[in-house]
């Protein structure tokens, strides 16, 4: 039998698919391992077929290891890390329950945003861009606060500042409130450690430190997650991203939901193979050796880091724009050059840091070389003098 | 510089990724041409980057004649066909607001269930799972219930069954409704004619009708739903399928919202490049032909159909089983042997169907033989004889 169509008529309007190749050294997507691109084109079997519902639960296992759970159930979403985000408002922040969230970045903000829609009473616990929150203040914001749900990001994209959880986990368990940590940018590049932490409802995106194209947002659930969410009487507001629905369809009866991204899993299997091949222990300090590399050859160019030393992501670097440079002009520069990708601040940080990112493949003394190398000389195109 | 990983051990758990070959004559997802997975393949750039907002614009101007719009927008929802259901109803169904259903199939349950979940008052009109509401019916229930929302489902995948949507959205029109219109199975492979129709929101998925494997949703609207969403005051309660965002990072501003699947809009650019080089009216012509050929021989191995002729889905074919037959019996027999996927009924109609899709690369004379080659020997294999 033949699976190909005919082609009766070129379409002159458009030209062929021929996307240009691109150093991903922004916060995300990065690179891709070529092994998870011939993954990405394997033929699909059906959502149903017991060969993709022994995808999925590959996909769980290997998750484990990379968020750090041994107690308590992975499973994934089929949307990027946003809607990761919205799955886990949506089920565990009711209407008229109380969210406290730390609010030090934009994707703090966006969890206030999506608790806010699925109307909870939103407590803040503001701070400035980059900063972070003391274990005493965390304590001390949460006795105040009373929350059912406690919001924070481990690694918030917006600042490359690094919020530890420890102490809101404790803090928020002591109040009888579940505990929400954003991972979109640590997964795969850091430490998450969710059981060691005390998490209690974990998501990330497959496209940054799980170097992965994005399509798919991996969560991770505690026991008491579990518990909390079987025990719930009312309807989540998303029926798309109901964790109940979810998690039946994909570890419990297999029973149909919705039609998983074959494809996309196909890409995260792999991507996670890759990982576990390096080992996760060692991929974390490839990452840190990388960021230190980097670290010490930005101040040796007389540039600084955005956020002090000891609340830095390894993954994702914020460098402060010198006076008198354009940081538009300098990734413009850099993108119609060499083609490398890199992202400017944005809302407080408009216009006053680069944000790189050094993640999976890009995670190597060589490749940190050659950004700083290219990144070296647009700065100096656009009049900088170290 | 290099981007490939090092793998400096061997994960011996688990074996390299291998997907069985399948022939997938099931409701979906359906065979997709090689063209599209060399798409999905190729390198990934940002979503931000120029080069994709291109590809965003091309797959939004591509879908057009598919669905048969000109006037209002088209744009993409990064998740699936259910994501794009999720996106219609949480943007047009307002908490306190009428939507009436038209009820006949799981679809249009999994509708009122998503409206319920956005506070909607719910009112039903039900049919039998197979049947389809006539011109007068229609227009009579919408005329009774003074609807703000009306839902239908043109081609319900659970039943076989196609509704015309003409007289629906009339007399929504007539009545001040909007109207949604799920074309999950018909869109690629069968007229749409949104404009002529009248639909208001109309959402697909890529997996049936569009040859590409799952993972968006393409969706519809008119210019009506624009100007009604523009004005809508109160905020949807899902952020993630926002569509005054996604509306302006797709097709306005191209101001971040999420990440975007870059792969899947590779990958979809290129399925439609397909669907466009064949010519859409050719392609809805060869499902056509593919259709009743399959009926014709169907009736002349003695079996019949579940929809009454006037009313068949020409991609999806409900076949009764035979008495005596089990259909869960001949469907394993049919994936371990030849690995054709088929599916079965399920609710009213578990145990007295089998759901055959002719989609995309399938809906060919040749294509068909070989299905009803296979499928004889094995319903023969479970004892039915014609």
């Not at 062929?16 to 891709?32: A, S």
């Not at 011939?38 to 296992?61: C, N, T």
């Not at 450690?193 to 991996?218: M, N, R, V």
């Amino acid at each position: 039998m033949s699976t190909t169509s005919e082609h009766v008529a070129t379409q002159d309007l458009l030209q062929p698919l021929q996307p240009p190749k691109r150093y991903l050294f922004g916060p995300g997507p990065t690179m891709v391992d070529p092994r998870v691109y011939r993954a990405l084109s394997k033929p699909i079997v059906g959502h149903l077929d017991p060969y993709f519902i022994q995808v999925m639960q590959d996909v769980q296992e290997l998750l484990k290891p990379v968020y750090g759970i041994q107690n308590g159930s992975t499973l994934v979403i089929s949307g990027t890390g946003s809607a990761g985000m919205e799955a886990a408002v949506a089920n565990f922040v009711e209407p008229g329950s109380k969210f406290a969230v730390f609010a030090n970045g934009y994707f703090s903000d966006r969890l206030s945003e999506m608790a806010k829609r699925n109307g909870a009473n939103i407590g803040r616990f503001e701070k400035a861009w980059g900063e972070t929150f003391s274990d005493a203040e965390a304590a001390d914001f949460i006795r105040r606060e009373k929350p059912s749900v406690v919001g924070y990001v481990h690694a918030e994209t917006s600042t490359g500042a690094l919020q530890p959880g420890h102490a809101i986990c404790a803090a928020a368990h002591d109040a009888g409130a579940l505990v929400i940590g954003d991972c979109v940018t640590s997964l795969g590049g850091l430490p998450v450690e969710f059981d060691k932490t005390g998490i209690d409802i974990a998501y990330s995106c497959t496209q940054k430190g799980l170097s992965c194209p994005p399509g798919l947002s991996p969560l991770a659930l505690s026991q008491r997650a579990m518990d909390w969410l079987r025990a719930r009487t009312t309807l989540s507001r998303s029926w798309y991203l109901d964790l109940k629905l979810i998690h039946d369809y994909s570890t419990v009866s297999h029973r149909y939901h919705h039609t998983a991204p074959i494809s996309m899993f196909h890409a995260l299997r792999e991507a996670l193979m890759v990982i576990a091949e390096e080992g996760i222990e060692k991929r974390f300090e490839r990452h840190r050796r990388a960021h230190r590399f980097f670290v010490k050859e930005i101040e040796s160019m007389s540039l600084s880091m955005h956020v002090p030393e000891a609340h830095r992501i390894p993954t994702l670097n914020t460098v402060s724009v010198p006076k008198g440079v354009d940081d538009a002009k300098v990734r413009k520069r850099l993108l119609e050059g060499p083609g490398i990708e890199i992202a400017g601040g944005f809302g407080p940080l408009a216009g006053k840091v680069f944000r790189i990112g050094l993640m999976g493949p890009l995670a190597t003394e060589e490749n940190v070389r050659f950004f700083l190398q290219e990144f070296s000389k647009a700065l100096k195109a656009e009049g900088y003098q170290s």
